[in-house]
């Protein structure tokens, strides 16, 4: 992955602008948030391989970032996304990463099922 | 002292489990020509850490951690690893009998003398309770007379107050640098977390030594239901 630029993710992101794609939406602050008193709960949701399809989509913010897609019935959004990479499946992997290195926030897109 | 063991069976969920918190205890096993069976539940895909600095993606840690497993077991002895291909965070969500089947198949095939997992209710990430759940109910169906042993790692903060002190508590000192050489295998998992030890065990010679004797045990409740 490398830091987000607008214009690549927004390039990426309208490749799967009206089609049938596949979405993984998570975030989470650790299992052991609680514990370790990083936060009074452990919070966490994730969604993989919802079948979704948006008409409208893009990336704001200066960094971290935000990325809302408009659905005919609703909406996907994700705040705090820091890095992009478009793997060699093409697949649009966006995270979020704090200064550890560790993933707080995750919003990726691909036109084939990721694997379970 | 280290009580003997026929053949210890370990059963956790994600990969490091083993690892964190254990793996001296595994390593002085193996030293001493205990086989040792390990079943991993998940290849922890939804990992938060993912190196520091990080190297992996969502879609690349399942790969990264089933590898960095790999070289753990190697590393601690361990000869036998068996995965159940379940997801991360959504082990309790099974249907635990389906769970205690699995489990009970690897027990009735390697007739271990203890099992080793966390204590119930006391594991505090979701996966480790419902896994060590299955492992009670797994055990819990035989003849009372064979039931291996089930020592319980418990991590809650009030461990302590409910369970009282540990049954068991091992001095791994004499395998520090496999325990630790084990914990570096988990590369995705423990960078930051060793980078910060380090960073304390600099600081003072008194945080040196509290981080050396926190190490250098490591403590179980036996789970008697």
Not at chain 1, 3 to 8: D, S
Not at chain 2, 25 to 52: D, E, F, H, S, W
Not at chain 2, 190 to 217: H, P, Q, V
């Amino acid at each position: 992955m490398e830091p987000i630029r607008r214009e690549a993710v927004d390039e990426a992101i309208s490749r799967f602008v009206n089609q049938d794609v596949y979405l993984h939406l998570e975030t989470t602050n650790g299992a052991y948030a609680a514990l370790r008193s990083e936060a009074s709960m452990a919070v966490c949701a994730y969604i993989r391989n919802g079948r979704v399809k948006f008409h409208r989509g893009s990336i704001a913010g200066d960094g971290p970032y935000r990325v809302g897609l408009k659905m005919d019935t609703g909406w996907i959004y994700a705040e705090g996304l820091t890095d992009y990479e478009v793997d060699e499946e093409g697949r649009l992997l966006l995270a979020g990463h704090d200064g550890d290195g560790r993933i707080a926030v995750a919003l990726q897109l691909s036109l084939t099922p990721f694997p379970m | 002292m280290l009580p003997k063991q026929r053949h210890v069976l370990a059963v956790f969920p994600h990969p490091d489990d083993e690892t964190f918190g254990k793996a001296g205890t595994v390593a002085m096993y193996t030293k001493a020509g205990t086989p040792v069976t390990l079943i991993c539940g998940t290849l922890g895909q939804m990992g938060r850490n993912m190196g520091k600095p990080f190297f992996a993606t969502r879609e690349k840690l399942p790969m990264i951690r089933k590898k960095e497993l790999e070289d753990a077991c190697e590393i601690l002895g361990i000869k036998d690893l068996r995965l159940l291909g379940l997801r991360d965070k959504t082990v309790e969500f099974e249907d635990p009998e389906v769970l205690a089947d699995r489990i009970g198949e690897v027990i009735a095939e390697v007739r271990p003398s203890m099992i080793l997992t966390y204590y119930p209710k006391h594991g505090v990430h979701p996966d480790h309770d419902a896994l060590s759940a299955a492992t009670v109910r797994a055990v819990a169906r035989l003849p009372e007379d064979e039931r291996p042993e089930i020592w319980g790692s418990a991590v809650t903060k009030n461990a302590r107050a409910v369970l009282g002190e540990p049954d068991i508590v091992i001095d791994v000192r004499e395998v520090m640098d496999i325990k630790l050489a084990a914990m570096r295998a988990h590369r995705s998992q423990s960078e930051a977390m060793m980078k910060n030890m380090e960073a304390e065990a600099a600081s003072s010679e008194a945080a040196k030594k509290a981080i050396e004797e926190r190490l250098g045990t490591e403590v179980y409740w036996i789970y008697r239901g």
